[in-house]
């Protein structure tokens, strides 16, 4: 079976070799993009200059993909090809000509299978998926970086900068940021324009950082409805430095979590969700698997007491005039996660 590698690994094996394929699977935009771009640098240095980048649906013509294989270039002999999965690719199509194509890979062209673990199907059938590559190639591990891998590639991203950067300084971009290394590659870029003499002060970075406002009411839903009580808290740090944004955030969660307590009954009386979207004007797919998940993750019980809870709140908000706090929401937030 061909090795798993790292994006970092890889990099440092494309200086020695290019592989005849390359497997990039993962659910990191940035690093699928940026060890695609990688692959495609060192094949240009070696004489690859011609790039063919073809989106695999059910539509897709495998003789015509088979064929830009066997078809030869006077000018342009060398040459990469990247097969881009789509979202729902059946792995099954792809199977049924994997021989096939493996079959007519030669010297003169590099394979680059490009696929986002947002692609289930492909996902869920990993390990039979593999074992239609052929030996000499790649599987580079392209999932979102976490912990120690987060901090070294700011620290190897500040290095190509030529920024100085200490651990303290690493560890708050990567807490600010969530391993979004988009926008900590954009970060970086903006630090090293702003700081001539490259050497990042920790104090300046942090009054610089919290100048900006990366979150907003939504972000803090979105967190509570996964489930993911890390990420509440610290958008709530936030958010209460907002003037009123503890008031429209407790209405706008009073409605969601309605809404979700109308899908958990629905789902109970095994009744049709069809025509819930609609009922509540939920028009973006995502929002509604949101609640829906949140529906099912959370038990009878658990959401009488927030119902509970926020009747309280309000009646003491509305009768007593209270001020919203933040303990309000992290009480919500244990609740919920």
């Not at 690093?31 to 539509?59: C, M, P, Q, T, W």
């Not at 986002?116 to 593999?130: D, P, Q, T, W, Y």
Request: glycine share 2%.
């Amino acid at each position: 079976m061909i090795p798993w590698i790292y994006p970092e690994q890889l990099v440092t094996e494309l200086k020695k070799e290019l592989k005849s394929m390359y497997l990039l699977l993962g659910n990191d935009t940035y690093i699928l993009r940026d060890s695609y771009l990688n692959i495609v640098e060192a094949s240009k240095v070696l004489g690859f200059s011609r790039h063919i980048i073809v989106e695999l649906n059910i539509y897709s013509c495998w003789n015509d993909i088979i064929n830009l294989f066997k078809t030869a270039d006077l000018f342009d002999k060398k040459k990469t090809l990247s097969l881009i999965f789509s979202r729902n690719y059946p792995i099954s199509d792809f199977k049924k000509n994997a021989s096939l194509l493996f079959s007519v890979i030669h010297d003169d062209i590099i394979l680059i299978l490009y696929i986002n673990a947002l692609n289930k199907i492909v996902s869920s059938h990993i390990s039979s998926f593999l074992h239609y590559l052929p030996v000499p190639g790649r599987c580079v591990n392209c999932d979102a970086l976490t912990d120690i891998r987060l901090i070294t590639w700011v620290k190897n991203k500040a290095k190509t900068l030529q920024l100085i950067v200490e651990d303290s300084i690493c560890q708050m971009l990567c807490y600010y940021y969530e391993g979004n290394l988009e926008l900590l590659n954009q970060m970086l870029q903006n630090l090293s324009l702003i700081y001539s003499n490259k050497h990042l002060d920790c104090m300046i970075v942090k009054e610089f950082l919290s100048d900006l406002s990366c979150f907003s009411i939504n972000h803090w839903i979105e967190s509570i409805l996964l489930g993911d009580k890390k990420r509440s808290d610290r958008i709530l740090k936030r958010l209460s430095f907002i003037e009123g944004s503890l008031d429209r955030l407790f209405f706008k969660i009073i409605y969601e979590i309605l809404v979700i307590v109308d899908i958990k009954n629905f789902m109970l009386k095994k009744g049709s969700l069809f025509d819930m979207p609609q009922k509540y004007k939920i028009h973006k797919k995502y929002r509604y698997a949101l609640l829906f998940k949140a529906a099912r993750r959370l038990n009878v019980s658990q959401l009488y007491e927030v119902v509970r809870f926020l009747a309280e709140t309000e009646l003491r908000y509305k009768k007593d005039y209270i001020c919203l706090s933040q303990s309000i929401f992290e009480e919500l937030s244990s609740m919920l996660c």
